[in-house]
């Protein structure tokens, strides 16, 4: 909402939630001249050239196409469904290209330079990849200040934070690749997930392993990917870019970030989006039916424990 205020091109028009109270009080503290509980009285009230849709996934897929088919643009919050089947109805719809979702580190310049060192190294051969998230996922889904603390196992851990992983993989282009295994540890108020770990595998390559690992930690706030290729090592955080690239130092500050709300404006004006097409949106989430599947079957099996010392791995059979 700030973005879209402080932005002279776009004037709010108009803003809708579920409860009442809640619109209302947004309505006041931005100014905004109406509020709605209703999507289609919205629509037809205010007659908007463009929606953000910032909904739970569960409900997102139907509010887009109720949006789509009032003739709208679209910005959708990440990750747009919580199933695959969910936006394959939507891909389908005359509309779908008028529909932008928005993974957050695609709007980040430091992610979008190892884009484009990954995509201009020619003859490149990904070796490994190591991803890893670490926050207070467990306080997250106990919290009642959002919806998820209702959010069931699949759809804690798994759904938003291992989505914006497999999203910047594919956004910097090291794919295909398949879910080959899933571990995950309930732990929310509904029994979410809130650590997890994935191993993927490059698709098509007998090289190439891609490690994810998902960690509630109380104390932290941090991500990490680091990609070993044969051009050279490149390691992404939250603030920069470093590494050694065709025996080259990298070091590339993460500072600037874009507006997602500016891909409504790329959308009408026809120029290229930075967010995700429903169509990369469905493959992360089509990933993800994946991963559940995986984790599901592991069921009560003891949850991924990495080997303290040589000795012990052994011993435990994991080495």
């Not at 106990?142 to 934070?161: C, E, P």
């Not at 169509?279 to 599947?293: F, G």
């Amino acid at each position: 909402m700030l973005d879209l205020v402080t932005n002279p091109r776009f004037d709010t028009c108009a803003v809708l939630a579920q409860r009442p109270g809640r619109a209302q009080l947004v309505a006041r503290e931005f100014g905004i001249a109406a509020a709605f509980t209703n999507v289609t009285a919205m629509l037809e009230a205010v007659n908007p050239d463009a929606v953000v849709v910032a909904t739970p996934p569960a409900v997102t897929p139907t509010i887009l196409r109720t949006v789509i088919d009032h003739g709208c643009l679209a910005l959708a919050d990440k990750p747009a469904g919580a199933r695959a089947a969910h936006l394959h109805e939507l891909l389908h719809h005359d509309g779908a290209t008028s529909v932008v979702v928005g993974y957050n580190r695609r709007y980040q310049a430091h992610v979008r330079h190892c884009r484009s060192l990954l995509h201009e190294a020619g003859q490149l051969i990904v070796q490994q990849v190591r991803c890893t998230w670490r926050a207070p996922f467990a306080t997250r889904y106990n919290s009642t200040d959002t919806y998820r603390h209702t959010a069931r196992f699949g759809d804690g851990v798994l759904l938003d934070t291992a989505g914006h992983v497999l999203d910047t993989l594919i956004y910097l282009g090291l794919g295909p690749v398949a879910i080959r295994d899933t571990r995950a540890e309930r732990g929310g108020a509904a029994g979410a997930d809130v650590a997890a770990e994935l191993l993927l595998t490059l698709a098509g390559t007998a090289q190439g392993r891609i490690d994810i690992r998902n960690d509630d930690d109380s104390d932290a706030d941090e991500w990490r990917i680091e990609i070993t290729t044969n051009r050279g090592r490149l390691a992404l955080a939250r603030d920069t870019l470093t590494g050694f690239w065709h025996d080259q130092p990298i070091i590339m500050s993460g500072s600037d970030i874009r507006r997602p709300v500016d891909d409504l404006l790329a959308l009408a004006e026809g120029h290229a989006t930075y967010g995700a097409t429903l169509n990369e949106a469905t493959e992360v989430l089509e990933l993800l039916d994946t991963a559940r599947h995986h984790a599901e079957k592991a069921g009560d099996r003891k949850r991924w424990q990495r080997p303290r010392a040589k000795a012990l791995g052994r011993l435990n059979g994991s080495c």
